[in-house]
């Protein structure tokens, strides 16, 4: 069955970098759109970035310029990376290939 794994969360204090990765099996990952959502403690989940099969991008407008979405297919692995963190960034990471398939999450605490 499908399976993605997120990793690379955790603790970071303003203004550092955190790398996740979401790393997919029981998929031929290249053919799939790939995304990154978040979830903040009484929010709901949003969107936060996209890479499609073809490599093109999309950011929400609060990451941009901060954060990159990337794949490397030869590994069934995304990432995104995420620099300048802020508090507000604080949240449970999870990658998704649209629309059914979602990892566990991973922590991204943001605080001094």
């Known amino acids: 069955q499908v399976q993605l794994v997120e990793s690379g969360g955790g603790l970071v204090q303003p203004g550092g970098s955190l790398r996740l990765s979401c790393a997919a099996s029981?998929?031929?990952?290249?053919?799939?759109?790939m995304r990154w959502y978040r979830q903040a403690p009484g929010k709901q989940r949003e969107l936060v970035a996209q890479?499609?099969?073809?490599?093109?991008?999309y950011y929400v407008d609060t990451v941009k310029g901060r954060f990159t979405i990337s794949r490397d297919n030869a590994k069934n692995t995304g990432y995104l990376q995420m620099n300048t963190l802020s508090p507000e960034d604080t949240a449970v990471y999870y990658c998704?290939?649209?629309?059914?398939?979602w990892g566990q999450g991973t922590q991204v605490t943001v605080s001094s």
């Open positions: 029981g998929i031929i990952f290249r053919f799939y759109t």
């Open positions: 998704n290939i649209p629309t059914d398939f």
């Open positions: 890479i499609t099969s073809g490599g093109n991008t």
